[in-house]
């Protein structure tokens, strides 16, 4: 009889998280979807369950201690004790670094850093325990740099540092721990960075492809492909990586 394993993916209610959520559906893992607000989590549970899947809609805020516990606590009750983290949730609060406040500094630093450390460590205990468990964290091409995100790319960079020091203390214990960078992916986040720049996100998109090698954008579903990987038995020897999906060699 094979044992179903349960995934946690937050920021899954749209995005990239919701296609990794679907995706790690579809390989037959019960998926957890983790977002702010619980109702919009529901279109994507129903998605997976209209493919024979399981999945649970759960409210929380990922920069709150006490609301990431229960959380993770009502996923173990309701689905399964987690086996596999994936930490997408995130905020962007663009501008150039004279002008950016400090709030918008801290509301970056909060949902990426903060969140992944109280999600993977509310996690981590059923995953050393079981003595298999698996942790992507979404990092992005902008941890290289990228005008206008001070504080997005500092986060990013640092959830690279947060995965390679999660690699060393937890391999031991069967799980893994790997980054995905993704570059230009078509994401509401994406098409609100066209408009507020003014430019039709159509135009955005072509603009974008005509720097990327592969001469295309990315799609949510091009990030849950490498994810499958990751989480899959297969990768057990592959751990503390960055893997950059941005269809060429560099941002």
Same mark, same amino acid.
């Given at each position: 009889?094979?044992?179903?394993?349960?995934?946690?993916?937050?920021?899954? @209610?749209?995005?990239?998280?919701?296609?990794?959520?679907?995706?790690?559906?579809?390989?037959?893992?019960?998926? @957890?979807?983790?977002?702010?607000?619980?109702?919009?989590?529901?279109?994507?549970? +129903?998605?997976? #369950?209209?493919?024979?899947?399981?999945? &649970?809609?759960?409210?929380?805020?990922?920069?709150? #201690?006490?609301?990431?516990?229960?959380?993770?606590?009502?996923?173990a *009750?309701?689905l399964? *004790? %987690?086996?596999?983290?994936?930490?997408?949730?995130g905020?962007?609060?663009?501008? &150039? &670094?004279?002008?950016?406040?400090?709030?918008?500094?801290?509301?970056?630093?909060?949902?990426?850093?903060?969140?992944?450390? &109280?999600?993977?460590r509310?996690?981590?205990?059923?995953?050393t325990?079981?003595?298999?468990?698996?942790?992507?964290? /979404?990092?992005?091409?902008?941890? /290289?740099?990228?005008?206008?995100?001070?504080?997005?790319?500092?986060?990013?960079?640092?959830?690279?540092?947060?995965?390679?020091t999660?690699? /060393? +203390?937890?391999? $031991?214990?069967?799980?893994?721990?790997?980054a995905?960078a =993704?570059?230009?992916? +078509?994401? +509401?986040?994406?098409?609100?960075t @066209? @408009?507020?720049?003014?430019? =039709?996100?159509d135009?955005?998109? $072509?603009?974008?492809?005509?720097?990327? =090698?592969?001469?295309?954008?990315?799609? =949510?579903?091009?990030?849950?492909?490498a994810?499958?990987?990751?989480?899959? #038995?297969?990768?057990?020897?592959?751990?503390g990586?960055? /893997?950059?999906?941005?269809?060429? %060699?560099?941002?």
């Amino acid at each position: 009889m094979t044992i179903t394993r349960t995934a946690v993916v937050t920021g899954a @209610a749209r995005g990239i998280g919701a296609g990794v959520a679907k995706r790690l559906a579809r390989d037959g893992f019960a998926v @957890a979807v983790v977002d702010l607000d619980e109702a919009a989590c529901k279109p994507v549970v +129903e998605q997976i #369950e209209a493919g024979g899947g399981r999945a &649970l809609a759960v409210g929380a805020d990922v920069a709150d #201690e006490q609301a990431v516990g229960a959380a993770v606590d009502r996923i173990a *009750e309701e689905l399964g *004790e %987690p086996a596999v983290l994936v930490n997408n949730a995130g905020i962007t609060r663009d501008d &150039l &670094l004279f002008k950016m406040t400090a709030d918008d500094w801290d509301a970056v630093m909060n949902v990426h850093l903060r969140g992944s450390f &109280l999600v993977t460590r509310a996690v981590q205990g059923y995953l050393t325990r079981a003595g298999w468990g698996r942790i992507v964290n /979404l990092s992005s091409t902008s941890a /290289l740099g990228n005008r206008g995100q001070a504080n997005y790319a500092a986060a990013k960079a640092g959830l690279q540092g947060f995965t390679k020091t999660l690699a /060393l +203390e937890l391999g $031991k214990f069967g799980v893994t721990v790997n980054a995905i960078a =993704p570059g230009f992916i +078509e994401t +509401e986040m994406t098409a609100a960075t @066209a @408009a507020r720049l003014g430019v =039709p996100f159509d135009d955005f998109k $072509k603009g974008a492809a005509a720097q990327i =090698p592969v001469a295309r954008t990315g799609t =949510p579903e091009d990030i849950a492909h490498a994810v499958s990987f990751f989480v899959s #038995e297969g990768a057990g020897f592959v751990s503390g990586q960055v /893997l950059y999906v941005a269809g060429g %060699p560099k941002a």
